[in-house]
């Protein structure tokens, strides 16, 4: 079976703070995982993707996430939020015939 | 450029019409993809076709079909709408790989009243 959970629907962070979005998954064949963000009335867009080899991967407008296969965790982080980083974040993992299984998103507030 | 475009982008109809979506992808990829997104943003597989092929059908109620005359194109028929099929419908494409990643249209929210 495969699944993936984000914890927390909503999180909000000051500008200029920390960002983490969490991401657990499971899955039966080796994961390969991914980050995208949703900024209103848009569609999906790609921040970044684990697939082999680094476990810390870096993406688009400062975002990077580290795969943990001990944990089975794809946290995605940021140094600094920026008010343009307020979207719907996206985990998901690919399965067999590249099935995307997406999380339920976390929607993320940036106060100014 | 745009890269997977799908119209029309906003549709409202009434119950019982049929309607389409348009998808086509310029991006050279052998697979498409019909997501749909509820209104708590969930994002759900609802076909895939690979060169054509149907290759993913999810429990999807047969009112809904999709028609793929290339692999350039997903073209989704609706009929007897139903207010329940409300939501945002998102045209997708990728290559057959599990390492890399789809690109998303810009959605078409569809409204039935």
């Known amino acids: 079976a495969q699944s993936v959970t984000q914890l927390g629907s909503h999180v909000s962070v000051s500008e200029g703070a920390l960002v983490l979005l969490r991401c657990n998954y499971s899955s039966s064949v080796p994961p390969y995982l991914f980050w995208y963000v949703q900024y209103p009335n848009q569609g999906l867009q790609l921040l970044l993707k684990y697939t082999t080899g680094a476990t810390l991967v870096k993406g688009i407008n400062g975002f990077e996430a580290e795969f943990k296969k001990s944990e089975t965790s794809f946290h995605l982080t940021k140094p600094s939020a920026h008010m343009s980083d307020a979207a719907e974040y996206f985990c998901a993992v690919s399965e067999e015939r590249n099935q995307f299984y997406f999380g339920t998103g976390t929607s993320l507030t940036v106060i100014p | 450029d745009t890269a997977v475009s799908q119209t029309p982008k906003y549709l409202v109809t009434q119950m019982g019409n049929d309607k389409s979506i348009k998808c086509e992808q310029n991006?050279?990829?052998?697979?498409m993809y019909w997501y749909k997104q509820d209104s708590k943003k969930f994002l759900k597989i609802m076909f895939s076709?690979?060169?054509?092929?149907?290759?993913i059908n999810e429990t999807v109620p047969n009112r809904f079909s999709p028609k793929s005359p290339d692999k350039a194109h997903l073209n989704l028929h609706i009929n007897s709408l139903e207010l329940g099929d409300s939501a945002v419908y998102f045209c997708?494409?990728?290559?057959?790989?599990?390492?890399?990643?789809?690109?998303f249209g810009q959605g078409t929210r569809l409204t039935v009243v």
């Open positions: 997708a494409s990728s290559h057959l790989d599990r390492r890399t990643e789809a690109f």
């Open positions: 991006l050279g990829h052998d697979t």
């Open positions: 076709y690979n060169n054509k092929e149907l290759i």
